[in-house]
């Protein structure tokens, strides 16, 4: 297996600070509930959060997709649900990545019959051509062509998480 160089370290550490600041904008003198996607967007999420200067609170749901596997089985499962109250709060769902819109379909419908103020979704990556939903995605790092990419978090078979960049898989 090959990877080879997508996106840099710094590249990364750039946007983020980027999408930091402009949740901050957003959510001036608001309060903020960031559900954090384990487990590939613990990386993100963890650098996104250090940027707020928001009133945040911090939760994590786990949830089952692909399996030490390329392509997703379609099925979705709740492995850890969530703890935090999010009755009218502001909620910002933090995803490694959006393929095909299936996860963040069915967690932004799942935090929504919880009754949030809002929800918005912030994804380090989106491949847009591949995914089919019919609303914004708020917050993107970088939209990225229709490639299995790992590092920053993102994994094969559970390895290459630790990666600090973002590589295509060969
Ligand atoms: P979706 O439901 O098809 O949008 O897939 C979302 C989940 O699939 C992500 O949260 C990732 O865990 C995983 N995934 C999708 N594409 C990739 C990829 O290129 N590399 C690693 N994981 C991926």
């Not at 903020?32 to 993100?44: P, R």
């Amino acid at each position: 297996m090959k990877l080879t160089r997508f996106i840099s370290a710094s590249a990364v550490q750039k946007r983020v600070a980027e999408l930091g600041l402009k949740i901050n904008r957003d959510f001036k003198n608001k309060n903020l509930v960031v559900i954090c996607v384990l487990n590939g967007a613990f990386m993100f999420c963890s650098d996104l959060i250090k940027h707020l200067k928001v009133d945040v609170e911090i939760d994590f749901i786990k949830l089952s997709s692909y399996r030490n596997a390329k392509t997703s089985s379609g099925k979705i499962n709740v492995l850890k649900k969530l703890n935090c109250e999010i009755y009218r709060k502001n909620v910002l769902i933090v995803e490694d990545i959006v393929d095909t819109g299936l996860t963040i379909k069915y967690l932004i419908n799942l935090v929504k019959k919880h009754s949030p103020s809002s929800v918005k979704v912030a994804t380090l990556l989106h491949k847009s051509d591949v995914s089919n939903i019919d609303f914004k995605l708020d917050y993107v790092g970088f939209d990225i062509e229709n490639k299995f990419v790992v590092g920053y978090g993102l994994d094969y078979a559970q390895k290459f998480r630790n990666l600090k960049g973002i590589y295509l898989m060969n």
